[in-house]
């Protein structure tokens, strides 16, 4: 079935550092790709989508490539701030409609 | 513009107590998912409706979950007895148009449990 792998957390950063965090996806078809962000304390929201193959999704600084080829879904960002401190889950659109999220990778930035 | 408003924010009960939380999604949303989320599972989804019908309840875990969404503007999540192995945090998300679709999910702020 469908399924999402997003690299385990914790993941700590000092401000201005460069963030990646990897995702994989499995899934029958070209399903659309989404990154959400949880704040302490808060729901999810989205961050950013793609819906296509070579489609990049950005938001906030943050940036995610939809590879096909490596069924890859990889979140960045060039320069993290304290601010980012949060928990990011990885999801795709399963074949029933649903969301199918990733366990999640909690980042904390230090100033 | 108001988002998926959930309530209780925090419930504690005691094992065998009736739980019943609510949803409230976005005017004008007609898919409403309920999401329970633990440290060990991550997120799981547990039911959704589209347009007040529930078209997937897969995920509900045993007979003691039951989702109800008597109109457009509402829907609770009951579980009956409440056991501790329940506690977790329970999302509430709202979207427009087919699940199947790229509408993204409004979540709301969660309902807290915890089952003592």
């Known amino acids: 079935g469908d399924s999402v792998t997003q690299m385990e957390g914790p993941v700590t950063l000092s401000e201005e550092a460069f963030l990646t965090i990897n995702c994989t996806y499995t899934?029958?078809?070209?399903?659309?790709l989404f990154w959400y962000v949880q704040y302490p304390g808060e729901g999810l929201q989205l961050l950013l989508k793609?819906?296509?193959?070579?489609d990049k999704g950005s938001n906030k600084g943050f940036e995610a490539t939809y590879r096909k080829e490596t069924t890859s879904f990889h979140l960045e960002k060039g320069s993290v701030q304290v601010s980012d401190s949060a928990v990011y889950f990885c999801a795709l659109r399963g074949s029933q409609g649903n969301l199918i999220f990733g366990k999640g990778t909690k980042l904390s930035v230090k100033p | 513009d108001a988002g998926v408003i959930q309530s209780p924010r925090h419930e504690v009960t005691e094992m065998g107590q009736e739980v019943t939380l609510r949803c409230k999604p976005i005017?004008?949303?007609?898919?409403l998912f309920w999401y329970r989320q633990t440290m060990m599972r991550g997120l799981e989804l547990l039911i959704y409706f589209n347009n007040n019908v529930p078209i997937d309840d897969s995920g509900m875990p045993e007979d003691r979950f039951s989702a109800k969404m008597p109109n457009a503007s509402f829907s609770t999540l009951k579980i009956q007895p409440s056991e501790p192995r329940d506690s977790a945090v329970y999302f509430c998300?709202?979207?427009?148009?087919?699940?199947?679709?790229?509408?993204?999910?409004?979540f709301g702020d969660g309902t807290r449990l915890s089952i003592l």
């Open positions: 005017s004008g949303h007609n898919s």
């Open positions: 899934a029958t078809g070209y399903p659309s």
């Open positions: 998300a709202s979207s427009f148009g087919l699940a199947s679709g790229n509408q993204p999910q409004h």
């Open positions: 793609a819906t296509k193959a070579d």
